[in-house]
């Protein structure tokens, strides 16, 4: 099989363009393993590593309000899902969306939600002291 041209996306860096084999074992190289492919909207493929939550690799990006962990790689796809060339127009679009690094806003999110310093049991014992008496005016009606 042919060379396809496609986007990958690496954590801190800059989406780059690169021919990819349309094989398996070459798309499970580059994500690190077992693969997930993502339907887009725009007649694209996302390739990521199925695991790559569960494992706790790096965050990557952020696309959809999913976090995309690790590599991944842009293809495009037509009607009948076959892999084809990114064309120009998609090549532009996807490196400008992607060209910033979210890997800081990621963490940045994640310690705004469940920071260090913070006891999450103390956060649930004021969220019941402060909703608590509003149930309990529901039971007794």
């Keep these: ?3 396809i041209r496609m986007l990958i996306v690496e954590p801190h860096k800059q989406p780059y363009e690169a021919m990819v084999e349309y094989i ?3 798309i499970a190289r580059i994500v690190g393993g077992v693969y997930d492919t993502i339907y887009q909207e ?5 390739f990521c590593n199925d695991l790559g939550k569960n494992l706790n690799l790096e965050d990557n990006r952020i696309i959809d309000d999913d976090v995309i962990s690790e590599i991944f790689i842009i ?3 037509d009607a ?4 084809k060339d990114l064309n120009c127009e998609q090549i532009t ?3 400008d969306f992607l060209k910033n690094d979210m890997c800081e806003q990621t963490k940045f999110r994640h310690n705004i939600l469940f920071p260090d310093s913070v006891d999450v049991n103390t956060i649930v014992e004021r969220f019941f002291e402060k909703y608590n008496p509003k149930y309990e005016q529901l039971d007794e009606k």
């Design 75 to 77: 293809a495009k796809r």
């Design 80 to 83: 009948e899902t076959d892999v």
């Design 93 to 95: 679009y996807y490196k």
């Design 1 to 3: 099989m042919s060379s």
């Design 24 to 26: 398996p074992d070459e």
């Design 42 to 46: 725009d007649y694209t493929y996302l």
